[in-house]
């Protein structure tokens, strides 16, 4: 059922793109599981990071980034407007979650992520008016030509690659930059302890 949709009475079939045709792909499988993994982990790190790594806001944004993942790959395309929904919240909340991380990073990746952020939201953007282009296509009704050199695939791939690529960075910076070498140091002079530290230095206030 989480890879081929299933009827109301729960008999399998096909998913159903929404241009009307049928998509057969076993592979699918690979996406379903990988993209619900991307999900766990941003969700983990969202809840790791609050308070001691990251402010509330940025928690937040990687939250709804997590949440917007997982579920993208149980709910098909055979279930568009739920699974439509679920992709514009991981692609939303990444971008604009790599858009205001210039708050949070050194410079210079702090420019490099508000570039990221920027082309994940222009392609979003062009990305749904090449899926409303393709549905009025379908359905017969008259919509203006967006067109893209990368199609819609391409286009979407636009949208989540800078995501992707903005996570390595972010996750890389927060881990070797000055507070995650401190607080990796603090763990090991206590044990490996997990505590919540609000000092500045190792053994402050708890």
Do not use: N
């Amino acid at each position: 059922l989480l890879l081929r949709g299933g009827d109301s009475d729960g008999t399998p079939r096909d998913s159903v793109g929404p241009d009307g045709c049928v998509i057969v792909q076993p592979a699918s499988v690979i996406f379903s599981v990988s993209v619900d993994a991307l999900g766990l982990l941003v969700l983990g790190a969202a809840y790791l990071a609050h308070p001691l790594v990251l402010p509330k806001w940025m928690c937040a944004l990687l939250a709804v980034t997590g949440l917007g993942a997982l579920g993208v790959g149980p709910v098909s395309e055979a279930y568009s407007p739920y699974h439509s929904a679920f992709a514009i919240t991981a692609f939303l909340g990444g971008s604009l979650a790599a858009l205001l991380s210039f708050r949070v990073l050194p410079r210079p990746l702090g420019y490099a992520s508000v570039a990221l952020g920027c082309v994940a939201l222009v392609a979003l953007g062009w990305f749904g008016l090449l899926a409303l282009e393709l549905r009025a296509t379908a359905g017969g009704t008259a919509f203006p030509s967006v067109g893209s050199p990368l199609g819609v695939g391409g286009m979407e791939r636009m949208t989540i690659d800078p995501v992707l690529l903005w996570l390595v960075v972010f996750g890389t910076s927060r881990l070797l930059g000055p507070g995650g070498r401190q607080r990796h140091q603090c763990s090991q002079r206590q044990g490996f302890q997990i505590r919540r530290i609000t000092g500045s230095r190792c053994g402050g206030g708890q």
